[in-house]
């Protein structure tokens, strides 16, 4: 098999110590031998041609021949006639397996996790040739530091894309392109703090990492409960300290709630009465089965909300592409260098722009939405035959639904179902305060990156783990009653 590393110890560095310590040319054969031996020159890397390596050394060719041959004979080098000289495959030691292998990362073979959409369906050729093109396109202007705003194509795209497909109201220079959704909250929050806010609202139960966030930018996260018709808005009154929320109006996660046409219009009356600001998430607004389109809540107040989304539920999280759209009297200090950190890499950020323009991703939108909904149905198909009786709420938006469980906990059934290789998610993990309302236990069921083919086996275990959690909950129950009955 031919070895591709042709260059890969070409910049491997060298010490050559101090002349005092022998000729150049045992100098040199030592350095090798220790980069070889080593690790830092890789099994079947070729060396450099000696006359290269002389030239970057500053020395006669002489001394690079006498080395290679020198640590031929030794065995560590291999030369063939018209081919590059190469550390021979027995050469290199094998790095010794041990405790580090216990840290390896688990990947089950169901993997249930909400949040995370479906890769295999990553459009690779389509972004692949927009990359290629934003490439060849780019002035030589762009490619220097990027604008912290973000790339100015970019902007205009997507201000078009969220006034027609959101309901959005801006233009360009309210838009910010951030690293992605948490990025957008950090800068947010920063700009809060600086003009005088200390707490900041989040719903409870919510995605953890916000509350994460909004400490890490210097202000205190307040926990807000969330019913069934989403946040509890006349809460927000009891709170004098808090003049801004984070929300997920279009798809609470993880609940999977709308917020109700009432509670936005209470949203959009309290913002406007403590002049705050609404951190509206608009997370899986773009994946609705069930009922109409849910518009932005910032078209309803542009000038108390700021919009933030990204692409990481849409096309992939590795992208880091997110935008924030700000009142005008934001946007010009959420847009400050110093208020976060940089931008999505402008080659990136073109592409994008281009997968906009030529309608690449409202077709890619549109396929997602289909696959999406075939697979929730199969999935609520196969949850009814093998659970029959359990109630599933959220399931109208979004890849996650909640599947409320009896007779067992949550806690007992992801750890029995850890055992069957299915990787579940316990509604309680996303709680920053016990439940008020006496809301039973619950799993968080992610489908986006389940395949068709596994929905049938994944519930087959998620069934075999609900039973075998529920018998331990009833031996643990009977074991504490007869221990109380000997006391």
């Not at 390896?104 to 909400?114: A, C, S, V």
């Not at 801006?170 to 800068?187: H, I, N, S």
């Not at 929300?247 to 609470?252: C, E």
């Amino acid at each position: 098999m031919a070895n591709d590393r042709t260059d890969s110890a070409w910049g491997t560095f060298l010490e050559l110590g101090r002349p005092a310590e022998g000729p150049m040319h045992v100098r040199l054969t030592r350095a090798l031998r220790a980069a070889v031996t080593g690790g830092r020159i890789a099994s079947g890397s070729a060396l450099p041609p000696s006359r290269t390596l002389a030239a970057d050394l500053g020395c006669s060719r002489w001394v690079v021949t006498e080395a290679y041959a020198q640590l031929v004979a030794e065995g560590y080098l291999e030369a063939r006639s018209g081919s590059a000289t190469r550390v021979r495959a027995q050469a290199v030691p094998v790095p010794a397996t041990g405790p580090a292998d216990a840290g390896t990362r688990w990947e089950p073979e169901f993997d249930m996790l909400p949040g995370v959409p479906d890769l295999r369906a990553f459009p690779r050729r389509q972004w692949a040739e927009a990359v290629r093109e934003a490439t060849g396109a780019l002035t030589w202007g762009e490619l220097g530091y990027p604008d912290a705003a973000g790339h100015a194509r970019l902007r205009q795209r997507l201000a078009a894309y969220l006034v027609r497909g959101r309901g959005a109201s801006l233009d360009a220079r309210q838009l910010v392109v951030c690293g992605g959704t948490l990025d957008a909250v950090l800068r947010v929050c920063r700009v809060l703090r600086a003009d005088g806010h200390s707490h900041v609202a989040v719903e409870d139960p919510g995605w953890s990492r916000l509350g994460a966030t909004v400490r890490a930018a210097g202000l205190v996260p307040v926990p807000v409960p969330v019913d069934g018709d989403g946040l509890r808005v006349d809460l927000l009154r009891h709170a004098p300290q808090v003049r801004s929320v984070i929300v997920a109006p279009a798809h609470q996660f993880p609940t999977g709630v709308v917020l109700a046409p009432a509670r936005r219009a209470d949203l959009v009356a309290w913002a406007r009465e403590v002049d705050g600001l609404v951190l509206e998430d608009d997370y899986d607004a773009e994946f609705r089965y069930d009922r109409h389109p849910v518009g932005a809540v910032q078209g309803m107040a542009p000038e108390h909300v700021v919009l933030m989304g990204s692409v990481s539920k849409t096309l992939s999280p590795a992208l880091r592409i997110g935008w924030a759209v700000a009142p005008p009297r934001w946007a010009a200090a959420l847009a400050a260098e110093h208020v976060g950190g940089m931008p999505p890499p402008v080659i990136d950020q073109e592409a994008f722009a281009r997968f906009l323009d030529r309608g690449a991703y409202d077709r890619h939108l549109r396929a997602s939405r289909l696959r999406y909904k075939r697979r929730r149905d199969h999935l609520l198909g196969e949850l009814a035959a093998s659970l029959p009786g359990f109630r599933v709420s959220g399931a109208a938006a979004g890849f996650h639904l909640l599947l409320s469980l009896t007779d067992c906990s949550a806690p007992a059934v992801v750890e029995e179902a850890a055992r069957h290789d299915v990787r579940l998610a316990d509604l309680d993990d996303y709680r920053m305060a016990r439940a008020a309302d006496g809301a039973g236990p619950a799993l968080v069921l992610g489908y986006g990156n389940l395949a068709d083919q596994a929905v049938p086996g994944a519930v087959r275990r998620l069934a075999r783990a609900v039973d075998a959690a529920r018998l331990r909950d009833r031996r643990a129950s009977k074991d504490g009653r007869a221990g109380e009955g000997a006391g």
